[in-house]
């Protein structure tokens, strides 16, 4: 089907866009997904990044910027976020502790939506903290599921190995214990889009002391089924 809206700039502006929906790309991969020659791909990624449609990863690689989740959350079409904050309270209160949604963006995993437990100690991640990838539960669950070529990339220098995440695959949640942050431990499982695709990490997150060494015998059952109504709820329609 032709997508053509015949105004040309428009149309090489929507191809660059939706070729970063799917991960990360350096300026060659956008010339090869798009079609565009070089000089054309790279003024419209320049002026995208002016605009903050557009940013650069640690390696220098385009990804989809801050203004579009900007312009998302104003305009009230985040579905996700709308489908999982109160889910997120049920989770904190079902567990006693704070629960995260992230999404991957690069080699960064960003907090989106967080509901924190009220009183006493807590691991507090502030609603748009960048973490990386490289250590975690969440990053665990966001890269578990990738394509072997960029699940293997990410895991250099990752305080996780190959072995584990297929493990995470094969229970369906991944665990980690002061793995990111020394007296922290967490819990998280996958949130999936359309045709199965995990767009987004839930979790619980807070002291060894609570969660133990082994915070998916605490906490696991409720972190999936959580993932799995945020996930049910997407897929209903509009």
């Not at 990804?63 to 579009?68: A, D, E, H, N």
């Not at 767009?199 to 906490?219: F, K, M, W």
């Amino acid at each position: 089907m032709d997508n053509s809206s015949g105004v040309g700039v428009l149309d090489k502006t929507v191809a660059v866009l939706n070729t970063l929906e799917s991960g990360p790309a350096s300026l060659a991969q956008l010339v090869a997904a798009t079609g565009l020659a070089r000089p054309t791909a790279h003024r419209i990624a320049v002026a995208l990044e002016r605009h903050r449609l557009l940013a650069r990863d640690p390696q220098g690689r385009f990804v989809l910027g801050p203004r579009i989740a900007e312009l998302a959350t104003a305009a009230g079409e985040d579905r996700l976020l709308a489908v999982a904050q109160p889910i997120l309270v049920q989770l904190r209160d079902t567990t006693g502790e704070s629960a995260q949604l992230y999404r991957r963006q690069g080699d960064w995993r960003i907090c989106v939506a967080a509901a924190e437990r009220a009183t006493g100690l807590r691991d507090t991640v502030p609603v748009g903290s960048a973490l990386p990838m490289v250590a975690g539960s969440a990053a665990q669950i966001l890269l578990a599921w990738e394509e072997p070529e960029r699940m293997h990339r990410g895991l250099r220098g990752a305080r996780f190995t190959a072995t584990s995440l297929a493990q995470v695959r094969r229970r369906g949640w991944a665990a980690s214990v002061a793995e990111r942050e020394a007296g922290v431990a967490s819990v998280s499982a996958p949130v999936r889009g359309q045709g199965g695709k995990i767009i987004a990490a839930v979790s619980v997150s807070g002291p060894i002391e609570r969660l133990t060494r082994s915070p998916g015998r605490l906490h696991a059952a409720a972190v999936v089924a959580a993932g799995e109504r945020v996930s049910a709820l997407l897929h209903r329609p509009a």
